[in-house]
């Protein structure tokens, strides 16, 4: 049985929590590493203790693991062993009482507007033929304008922006859907980019290939562009904005989306929503922007604070 508890584990998270595939894949590939160092030791998923796991972990650390890779790993190991002991497979669960590494929340790294706006002049004059450049202007004003996630953005069907609607529907994390708006710059290149990939599938259609129902198709497996495929075209567009690639990927719109946002008024509920986040804790990480307008609204508009010489 304990060969099976794996697929089994990643078949229920799917099922009953309808978990993104990047989600289950990751899950995979951590319990299927964990697996693995059982092996080593001689024992495997259904005999290992507390104390396999906790060697586990400081192997994990001896390694250079960073912490928040070690941190997730046990997350999925715990969660496994807690699948199992509800499944009548073990009648203990090792892992329950095993506290991890403590994750330290990072501020996420960000753009100015003006590292942004030069961003979006890059993505308009990078390409090779002006589909390309529609595309590429497409995807960066919609990624700035929304906030979604990169999955979100390159797995977006056509049907959703057809009608140049104001709002979109979205489909994210765990099944959620939520509704984003559209800005005018938004729009304006998304209409631009439709006209050129209606134009490309019906070329399709008429040469007898597959067609696409994503907005950025693509003739891979998935249908649609990739996730890797958009990164590298980061990086690209990144050094013709004169940014460094190291510091820019495509989740650090997603960041500057709601740092701009909150920098400029906008309420942190509101944010939350769109950036789709379950908890409002984890839109908390971006309170960091609100310090100096906080100082503002102190001394610049507080009754007592007046400026002296």
């Known amino acids: 049985m304990a060969r099976n508890w794996i697929a089994r584990f990643l078949e229920a998270i799917q099922a009953e929590r309808d978990a993104a595939r990047n989600t289950v894949l990751s899950y ?42 070690r941190a997730r790993r046990l997350s999925a190991i715990r969660q496994l062993y ?8 073990r009648t203990d669960d090792p892992a329950a009482l095993i506290k991890g590494p403590k994750r330290h929340r990072h501020l996420p790294g960000s753009l100015s507007e003006h590292d942004v706006d030069a961003l979006l002049d890059a993505a308009a004059t990078t390409g090779r033929t002006d589909a390309e450049r529609a595309r590429n202007i497409c995807l960066y004003q919609l990624l700035y304008a929304t906030g979604l996630r990169v999955t979100e953005l390159v797995s977006l069907p056509v049907s959703a922006v057809r009608g140049d609607p104001r709002m979109i529907l979205v489909r994210g994390k765990g099944g959620r859907e939520r509704m984003v708006p559209l800005s005018t710059p938004a729009r304006s290149a998304l209409q631009e980019w439709l006209r050129h990939r209606d134009a490309d599938q019906e070329a399709a259609r008429k040469n007898g290939r597959a067609q696409s129902g994503f907005l950025f198709p693509s003739r891979g497996k998935h249908r649609h562009m990739t996730r890797e495929r958009f990164f590298l075209l980061t990086k690209e567009i990144t050094a013709a904005a004169g940014l460094d690639p190291a510091a820019v990927s495509p989740h650090t719109l997603r960041h500057a989306f ?33 310090e100096s307008r906080m100082k503002d609204l102190v001394f610049d508009r507080h009754p007592l604070a007046e400026h002296r010489d």
């Open 28 to 69: 995979a590939r951590d319990l299927a590493d964990f697996e693995a160092f059982l092996a080593k030791r001689s024992t495997g998923l259904e005999q290992a203790g507390r104390s396999d796991i906790e060697a586990y972990l400081i192997d994990q650390a001896d390694q250079g693991m960073a912490q928040t890779t």
């Open 82 to 89: 807690r699948f199992a002991f509800l499944e009548g497979w």
């Open 258 to 290: 709601a740092t701009h946002l909150l920098a400029n008024g906008a309420d942190l509920r509101v944010i939350q929503t769109l950036l789709g986040h379950a908890s409002i804790a984890t839109t908390e990480i971006y309170t960091h922007v609100l």
